[in-house]
């Protein structure tokens, strides 16, 4: 245990210090920052960003970390410095009285010097020492050195100085930034790579179909790991933006969270509830089949809940975007004047992917959306190839579900083209796919909408009609006959016929009641009648009854009082059975 | 420290009269090295051979490091001349005398006033 400990402190000793350069995605790549103490060189070819990478440095050295710099220009005059410093948000004039940043302007021109004998380079070691000292600088550029070879001839006693200078910057301790042309062949046009045994970095500028990109490569770091790939990167108003790469893992949270698609028919046909947070989803379809107003639709769903959203247009403007929205009932701008919505556009040719990339990258840093539309990313990464283009939505797609951002793509898919195919390939990358489609039968073109599929949710298979009306997007039904899928008026006229038919049936049942009553109170009255002569007979039956109880009477009064006349007594027994 | 040298007192108005300029020379060393002491020497011969009215300042710039940026210098030694313009400077220990004089333009100064 004990022996760990030692060895652990050992290998911290060891382990190279690090100056951070306090550049966006440098220190990342770099595994925090230049070597301490040590020089690094910076080189590339011209304007690809040497001179304003070793101002960041020195600013952000001064600013952020406080360790005074020293720059040293050998190019460019100090109206030119400053205003090149100006540009990135650095105030040189004020840094300098403020004794945080030292300059030296060094200006050789050959035709107006001699050379006769030897001679050493102690001026400039002098003028160096002067301004290290003046300010109590921790940090150094000089830039370009190789001015110098231009201005002087005698290349070997340039060498055997470059070589003192080196030696004497290490021994300062200061941290040096040297920056050098590139050259046929090799890193730098005087070999400057010879001297600078630390730390190489590598700038590059490439046009690719009249589209530049910047990148960035740490070609040598002795003595500590560094990203090693080509790391594209901007310069904007506020410096340097490179990007990294190294996040590029399969290792982001998966929220069970669920996100309103923007509409509550298509959310029922997401099991429900909509996306999920922090998932990709890909609306694909053809021209006018609706992509961008379902965009919408999400976009203003988001924004009505309070939650940020970005928008990179590649194909409209911002404001033909919200006119055109409008028209369908989906009002962006108060959203836009509230800050919650951000339209960010910009032609796909503008710059190449890469920078685009980087571009997202910075402006999803700064606004902290909740949702980011993409649309439509096929307009975006036609100007590269299919590779670039996939590669550069992985890493897209990566960071933003890194940030746990949930992204919506619109792709446009050419006619004739599968529907379940993406000119991009990135299918498999997307968790949610929707596709539109064009649906054309009977002489016109109507809008279908069917989820291809979509990750980790019970999702509707049916194919609903995708509508665009005055108060923004529906979904219906599709009637599914025997000629397939209606939609449109085609759907109407089945409806209708439907409703028709309805109330023919309806027609039908009234005039049965009707019958039906009618035959029940004829029954009724039937029945009435019937009871009523039963009622009668029963009458004639109690009457006559009556009648004969009547005559009965009559006869045996009649009788009794015969037989009193007649005084006999064998009819008395037989009626004196009331009498007794 | 100026270590100001100055020739030829009275000459100076007789020379500018003439229209000949008064030679301004600076030299920059960095304390004192062999090969500044050897650029000093040489100046100094090639200044009593070949000019008259002339000020010679010697600039050591450890003691007035400051003073290297007026003049643009980087190389020890250099000879700066301020005057006749325009501004010349010569970089090494001055023993070519020939180079020396190219620089200073005194050649063709020479030819001039012996024609």
């Known amino acids: 245990m004990e022996t760990n400990d030692i060895m652990a402190k050992q290998k911290n000793l060891d382990q190279l210090q690090k100056t951070p350069t306090g550049i966006r995605g440098l220190d990342e790549i770099a595994n925090g920052g230049l070597p301490k103490g040590r020089t690094a060189l910076v080189c590339g070819n011209a304007g690809c960003g040497k001179t304003i990478l070793a101002m960041e440095f020195i600013a952000r050295g001064a600013l952020d970390f406080g360790e005074p710099g020293v720059f040293i220009a050998f190019e460019e005059t100090p109206e030119e410095l400053e205003k090149n410093f100006l540009s990135l948000g650095f105030d040189l004039k004020k840094l300098v009285a403020r004794k945080m940043i030292a300059v030296d302007y060094v200006y050789i021109e050959r035709s107006e010097i001699e050379e006769t004998g030897s001679y050493d380079l102690d001026g400039l070691f002098i003028r160096l020492e002067h301004a290290i000292d003046s300010v109590g600088a921790k940090r150094v550029v000089l830039d370009t050195l190789e001015v110098l070879f231009a201005g002087l001839s005698d290349a070997a006693i340039l060498r055997a100085e470059l070589r003192r200078l080196f030696r004497w910057l290490k021994q300062k301790g200061v941290t040096a930034i040297v920056t050098g042309e590139r050259g046929q062949g090799m890193l730098t046009r005087y070999g400057l790579e010879e001297y600078v045994a630390d730390c190489v970095i590598l700038l590059d500028l490439r046009v690719q179909e009249q589209i530049a990109t910047r990148r960035l490569r740490v070609v040598k770091y002795r003595g500590s790991k560094h990203g090693a790939d080509e790391y594209p990167f901007l310069i904007d108003e506020h410096g340097l933006s490179i990007l990294p790469l190294s996040s590029l893992s399969l290792n982001h949270q998966a929220s069970s969270k669920r996100i309103s698609a923007g509409n509550a028919r298509l959310d029922r046909m997401l099991d429900g509830k909509g996306y999920f947070r922090g998932s990709t989803v890909l609306v694909s379809g053809t021209a006018g089949a609706g992509k961008s107003s379902l965009a919408a639709a999400f976009v203003l769903s988001a924004c009505q809940r309070g939650e940020r959203a970005l928008y990179f247009a590649f194909e409209e403007s911002p404001a033909q975007i919200m006119r055109n929205m409008n028209s369908i009932g989906l009002d962006l701008e108060p959203m836009v004047r509230k800050g919650l919505l951000k339209f960010q556009a910009a032609r796909p040719s503008l710059h190449g992917l890469e920078m685009h990339l980087v571009t997202m990258h910075k402006a999803v840093d700064e606004f902290q959306p909740a949702v980011v539309v993409l649309d439509p990313i096929s307009n975006l990464v036609a100007v590269a190839t299919v590779t670039e283009g996939k590669s550069m939505l992985t890493r897209l797609i990566d960071f933003l579900k890194c940030d746990g951002i949930t992204a919506l793509f619109t792709d446009l898919i050419h006619g004739g083209a599968p529907l379940e195919t993406t000119n991009e390939e990135i299918s498999s990358l997307i968790d949610t796919w929707i596709s539109l489609r064009d649906m054309e039968v009977n002489g016109e073109r109507n809008r279908g909408l069917q989820i291809i599929k979509s990750r980790g949710m019970a999702h509707s298979n049916q194919i609903r009609e995708f509508l665009l009306t005055r108060k923004g997007i529906d979904l219906l039904d599709v009637y599914l006959g025997p000629a397939g899928v209606l939609t449109g008026s085609a759907r109407v006229a089945q409806e209708a016929e439907e409703k028709a038919e309805t109330l023919v049936q309806q027609q039908q049942r009234v005039r049965k009641q009707h019958e039906w009553r009618r035959k029940r109170l004829s029954l009724e009255r039937q029945m009435a009648e019937l009871r009523a002569q039963s009622e009668m007979e029963a009458e004639e039956e109690r009457q006559i009854g009556a009648q004969d109880e009547a005559l009965a009477k009559t006869f045996a009064r009649n009788r009794n009082a015969l037989a009193n006349l007649r005084g006999t007594d064998q009819f008395v027994s037989r009626n004196g059975k009331g009498r007794k | ?115």
């Open chain 2, 1 to 115: 420290m100026k270590n100001q040298t100055s020739k030829a007192k009275n000459a100076t108005a007789s020379e500018k009269g003439k229209g000949k300029a008064v030679w301004q020379l600076r030299l920059y060393v960095a304390g004192q090295t062999p090969k500044s002491m050897a650029a000093l020497t040489n100046l100094r011969k090639i200044c009593e051979e070949h000019l008259q009215d002339y000020t010679l300042e010697v600039i050591d710039l450890l003691k007035q490091p400051q003073l290297a940026h007026g003049d643009q210098i980087l190389a020890i030694p250099t000879l700066v001349r301020k005057l006749p313009t325009p501004m010349k400077k010569i970089i090494g220990d001055l023993s070519n005398t020939e180079r020396v004089l190219v620089g200073l333009d005194l050649r063709e100064a020479r030819r001039k006033t012996n024609d």
